[in-house]
């Protein structure tokens, strides 16, 4: 069935360190993966997304790949800050109906 | 910017009791949904709206639950007969465009049921 899954689920680095988030996705006619930052009690907010036409994405600090064959999509955060810390989640787009299946969450935890 | 608005933020309800969450989405968006996410668990899919109906489900979303759009702006969220299991936090959310929009969420809902 529709299926995400999301690795580690608790992460903590030094600040300035790099953090990596790494998903697999069942359905190989998911074309868009997007990523979420869900901070305590708030809402969760897209920090970056990546259609399936393309293999990278950067945006700033942040980047994501995508291995269509492998089914797989990786968040990297380099020169992590305090600020980072966060759950974070990432996402497949299924079907026409745009609903998105979510993996499971990482708490990132960037220590000062 | 505009964003998706959602009403009560917190609601506590004794079990048994029928439930009515609102949202409106973001005016120039078609597609909405819920999803609801139970307190430190992942976000899960409950419901797409279409075109004044429902365009999927999921296996939670059950006969206790409806929705309704009533009139161009509000979308609403009902829980017949809340169960303490239904206790979480609701979230809605609206896109542009279907399949590879950008969903957008509102701050969402806690439901508490006693």
């Known amino acids: 069935g529709e299926n995400v899954e999301q690795h580690p689920s608790t992460l903590s680095v030094q600040e300035g360190d790099s953090a990596v988030i790494k998903c697999t996705y069942s359905?190989?006619?998911?074309?868009?993966f997007p990523w979420y930052k869900q901070e305590l009690g708030k809402r969760p907010q897209l920090i970056i997304d990546i259609r399936s036409n393309v293999g990278e994405k950067k945006d700033q600090r942040i980047a994501v790949t995508l291995n269509k064959t492998a089914k797989h999509f990786s968040l990297h955060i380099t020169e992590t800050q305090p600020e980072d810390s966060a759950v974070y989640f990432c996402?497949?787009?299924?079907?026409?109906?745009?609903?998105?299946?979510f993996g499971q969450g990482t708490e990132l935890s960037v220590k000062p | 910017e505009p964003e998706v608005t959602q009403t009560p933020s917190h609601q506590v309800t004794q079990m048994g009791q029928e439930v009515i969450l609102r949202c409106v989405p973001i005016s120039n968006h078609l597609y909405f949904y819920w999803y609801r996410q139970i307190l430190g668990q992942k976000v899960e899919f409950l419901v797409s709206?279409?075109?004044?109906?429902?365009?999927?489900k999921s296996e939670i979303f059950d006969d206790q639950f409806s929705v309704e759009r009533p009139d161009g702006s509000n979308f609403t969220l009902k829980i017949r007969s809340t169960k303490l299991e239904d206790s979480a936090m609701y979230f809605c959310a609206s896109s542009e465009r279907i399949n590879t929009g950008e969903l957008f969420f509102g701050e969402g809902s806690r439901l508490t049921v006693l």
């Open positions: 996402a497949a787009c299924y079907n026409q109906g745009g609903k998105l299946i």
């Open positions: 709206f279409y075109n004044n109906e429902i365009s999927e």
């Open positions: 359905d190989s006619a998911s074309n868009y």
